[in-house]
């Protein structure tokens, strides 16, 4: 009887949903205070996007100033950016919750910039408390290069956006991650993600750069999934 008890009690605790990846995409380049551009979101609930961009620098600073979803009149949140060279900086955005379907991304910037883009969403992410870590960085000049990052939520996915300040063929995935999507005009950026979840604790990405050796910033992050509570079962323990 207490065994089945216990069982019963185990069937009460929280049951984590699983993280699915959607869409990704080439968001496009240009030159201008700000990017429009269509982006599709997949189905299914809990859903989010992220957006990283690759901008230029002016007095200190990043000249991009936002991302917006227009179909929802929701700005997303910036997870961090890290300056890329001396006039590039490289910045990574979420939105929870985004509207399923054809949405229309406006990048904004405060002057006139070079502006490109990418995204990728998944469904099945926690809706609040994201992103569960993150980590921008610098690394030195070199054709591979390993980033790390504490994640924290067990079954958590990583993505991580990336990009140098000059051109060359798009970066290509080592060990631990996936390549998404790249700037396929100039070769910039790229983003990369873990095709799956990952355990709490450290993890690592290598990339590689088969152009020339440039120092790469990245914004790298997790994210936790949703949990559904499982139905309540009342129950009385007794001593049979």
């Known amino acids: 009887m207490k065994k089945l008890l216990l069982l019963?009690?185990?069937l009460c605790l929280p049951s984590f949903a699983q993280i699915a990846?959607?869409?990704?995409?080439?968001?496009?380049?240009?030159?201008g205070t700000s990017l429009t551009t269509s982006y599709t979101v997949g189905s299914g609930a809990n859903r989010i996007?992220?957006?990283?961009?690759?901008?230029?620098?002016?007095?200190?600073?990043?000249?991009i100033t936002g991302?917006?979803?227009?179909?929802?009149?929701?700005?997303?949140?910036?997870?961090?950016?890290?300056?890329?060279?001396?006039?590039?900086?490289?910045?990574f955005w979420y939105l929870l919750d985004p509207p399923s379907g054809a949405n229309t991304i406006t990048v904004s910037a405060s002057?006139?910039?070079f502006i490109s883009a990418g995204g990728a969403?998944?469904?099945?992410?926690k809706q609040s408390g994201q992103p569960d870590a993150s980590?921008?960085?610098?690394?030195?000049?070199a054709n591979s290069e390993t980033v790390s990052l504490t994640t924290v939520a067990n079954n958590s996915w990583i993505i991580l956006f990336g990009g140098a300040y000059s051109g060359g063929p798009c970066p290509t995935a080592g060990t631990g991650d996936t390549l998404l999507t790249c700037d396929a005009t100039y070769g910039i950026w790229g983003i990369f993600d873990s095709n799956g979840p990952v355990s709490p604790g450290s993890n690592s990405f290598t990339i590689n750069q088969s152009g020339a050796s440039l120092p790469y910033n990245n914004v790298m992050a997790s994210f936790a999934p949703a949990t559904a509570s499982a139905p309540h079962i009342r129950h009385q323990?007794?001593?049979n």
């Open 8 to 10: 019963l009690g185990l």
């Open 135 to 141: 980590n921008p960085s610098t690394n030195p000049a």
């Open 49 to 63: 996007l992220f957006v990283g961009v690759s901008g230029n620098t002016c007095c200190g600073g990043d000249l």
């Open 111 to 113: 002057a006139s910039s």
């Open 21 to 31: 990846r959607n869409n990704k995409l080439d968001l496009g380049t240009t030159t």
């Open 67 to 91: 991302v917006t979803d227009v179909t929802s009149s929701a700005a997303f949140t910036l997870i961090g950016r890290q300056p890329a060279g001396a006039s590039r900086y490289t910045s």
């Open 121 to 125: 969403d998944y469904s099945g992410a």
């Open 237 to 239: 323990v007794t001593n």
